[in-house]
């Protein structure tokens, strides 16, 4: 990362979202958490984000919801769809509570062993680092020395793997048109 380009106000949002990542005892900063605080942000690609509906509340509360984990192994599994081909779902599932009980199937994360992490930075994902390389090539296009809090917003929310496009659609949020509003922002 070429975080030396970086501006205070984008040195700002970075640690925002490690902020975030970090309340909620994530082991690194996301993609999500650098949606946050663009949403967050006091800057006016903050302003102009919430004025497009992406708020630091719809961020977190969609947050929460894709990265819930299933209660049991058949949350979310489709019955009348599985009755379309003949499986009767509740058959299945009292089958298996009586074979194997009824607590929630073991997660293959509860046997890795947890690695301790020091304070201070947190690990940045893959696709946080995509979406930081980004807003440098996006500062790139633009010709801009540093990298501002609008390279920033744009790439952010431009990302289109991880959980950055569920939570925009979920929220309504274009983000073709949310980026074209936070890039304007800088020309105002």
């Excluded at 009755?83 to 046997?111: C, H, K, N, W, Y």
């Excluded at 500062?139 to 609008?150: E, F, K, L, P």
Aim: charged share 20%; aromatic share 4%; proline share 6%.
């Amino acid at each position: 990362m070429r975080s030396q380009r970086f501006d205070d106000d984008v040195r700002a949002l970075v640690r925002t979202a490690q902020e975030r990542a970090r309340t909620l005892s994530h082991p690194g900063v996301g993609s999500e958490h650098l949606l946050y605080a663009v949403a967050y942000s006091p800057t006016p690609v903050g302003v102009v984000a919430r004025e497009h509906g992406l708020t630091p509340g719809g961020v977190a509360a969609q947050t929460d919801r894709l990265l819930a984990r299933p209660h049991s192994v058949f949350d979310g599994v489709d019955a009348e769809a599985l009755a379309t081909i003949g499986i009767d779902l509740q058959a299945v599932r009292e089958a298996v509570e009586a074979s194997f009980g009824l607590g929630p199937a073991p997660s293959s994360r509860s046997r890795r062993t947890r690695v301790r992490r020091l304070p201070g930075h947190l690990a940045v994902t893959g696709r946080a680092r995509s979406c930081l390389d980004a807003a440098v090539h996006e500062a790139d296009r633009s010709g801009a020395v540093q990298v501002a809090a609008h390279h920033f917003g744009a790439a952010v929310v431009a990302a289109d793997t991880g959980l950055v496009p569920p939570i925009l659609a979920a929220l309504g949020v274009s983000a073709p048109t949310l980026r074209t509003a936070i890039l304007d922002c800088a020309c105002g």
